[in-house]
């Protein structure tokens, strides 16, 4: 009797393991399952609806989306940069790419975006505290 307990046991434990293992994934799995980046083109309609702007507001909205998209790729490419010098880089791109934008939507749609994007933000981060 004790033996067929101790079996049980151990055989409910091992699905145990087995469940938690299938949840979380490999990384590999994880990254292929990961939602991909919109575009350029579908960031720009995505905000142009948003934002309701002009059609040449969108075109120079793709058109920085594009470039933003190029120094993102050369980054990654750069990785073995220090961990302060990236943020450093990538916060000073930030800055510059919002100037850009602020340019070219104004500055009642500039803050309206940023509000948003804000929002997206602090929901992310909630997330991921809550992992």
């Known amino acids: 009797m004790v033996g067929a307990l101790f079996l049980i046991s151990v055989a ?3 699905q145990n393991q087995k469940n938690v293992s299938d949840k979380e994934g490999t990384k590999k799995e994880m990254r292929q399952n990961a939602p991909q980046r919109m575009s350029a083109e579908n960031r720009a309609e995505y905000w142009a609806k ?5 059609n040449e507001e969108k075109g120079k909205i793709t058109e920085l989306f594009k470039k933003q998209d190029e120094t993102r790729m050369q980054q990654r490419s750069d ?3 220090s961990r302060e ?4 880089f990538m916060e000073s791109q930030r800055k ?5 934008m602020e340019k070219i939507i104004g500055k009642e749609k500039f803050q309206k975006y940023d509000s948003i994007r804000s929002e997206r933000m602090q929901k992310m981060r909630d997330r991921m505290k809550n992992r």
């Open 12 to 14: 409910s434990h091992a």
């Open 50 to 54: 948003e934002l309701n702007l002009t």
């Open 79 to 81: 990785m073995q940069k």
């Open 85 to 88: 010098e990236r943020q450093a």
């Open 96 to 100: 510059a790419n919002d100037a850009e």
